[in-house]
């Protein structure tokens, strides 16, 4: 069955990055593009940037631009997003997203908590 | 960028009722690209509705979207126990940018 299972739980101190991993499975994994989105504790959902797997292009929202790569491994179908700069508004659930048609995101990771806290 | 307002904020029904949930956008949006999601405690979202109207794969026919331009709506027919949790409109624009509404929590009264 389709599944995106991502990396552990981080806690970081500001200053520091984070690089979380998604793990696809259960389809070809260069035929959909991945997000990865976030939400802090209590808040609602946030769009940080898109990655093709096929070919590797990328875009980010623009308030994450110049903290934020995201990249991809097609050799073991894993999504990964790093994130520098890190500061306590970062602390957040990240989840990774699957595109399927129309824009709209069918599969989600389980989530990883990442806590920026001296 | 295209700003999307949920209302009610938070919205009471019993069981059995019907509920309707709003989705407002600052600019017009492509029905094409407006879907609702459902989250529960601890969970990821899980895509409802896309296209404006149309089911993802398994959604019960209680759940419907309609509407374009700017104003968008979810409904749910009859409210069953599970379907008490928080909803999120999202759009697609170009640049590619996306944004989703900030939520409406659907509880029991």
């Known amino acids: 069955q389709v599944q995106l299972v991502q990396s552990g739980a981080e806690v970081k101190k500001p200053g520091a990055s984070v690089k979380v991993s998604c793990k696809a499975s259960?389809?070809?994994?260069?035929?959909?593009?991945m997000h990865w989105v976030r939400q802090a504790p209590g808040q609602g959902l946030e769009w940080m940037g898109i990655i093709n797997p096929g070919g590797g292009g990328t875009s980010y929202a623009r308030k994450f631009q110049g903290r934020v790569t995201m990249t991809r491994d097609t050799s073991t179908s894993t999504v990964y997003m790093d994130l520098i700069s890190l500061r306590s508004e970062d602390t957040a659930v990240y989840y990774c997203?699957?595109?399927?048609?129309?824009?709209?995101?069918?599969?989600w990771g389980q989530g990883t908590m990442v806590t920026v806290s001296s | 960028e295209i700003v999307l307002t949920q209302s009610p904020g938070t919205l009471s029904l019993s069981p059995g009722e019907r509920a309707t949930l709003s989705c407002r956008a600052s600019q017009i949006v492509s029905s094409s690209y407006l879907a609702w999601y459902q989250q529960k405690p601890g969970q990821a979202p899980r895509l409802l509705i896309y296209g404006a109207s149309s089911r993802a794969t398994g959604i019960p026919d209680r759940f419907s979207g309609s509407g374009s331009g700017t104003d968008f709506t979810l409904t749910i027919s009859r409210l069953e126990p599970e379907d008490f949790a928080v909803y999120y409109c999202?759009?697609?624009?170009?640049?590619?940018?996306?944004?989703f509404g900030q939520g409406t929590m659907l509880e029991i009264k």
């Open positions: 999202q759009q697609y624009g170009s640049s590619p940018m996306y944004t």
């Open positions: 997203a699957r595109e399927q048609l129309l824009h709209a995101f069918d599969m």
């Open positions: 259960g389809y070809t994994f260069t035929s959909y593009y």
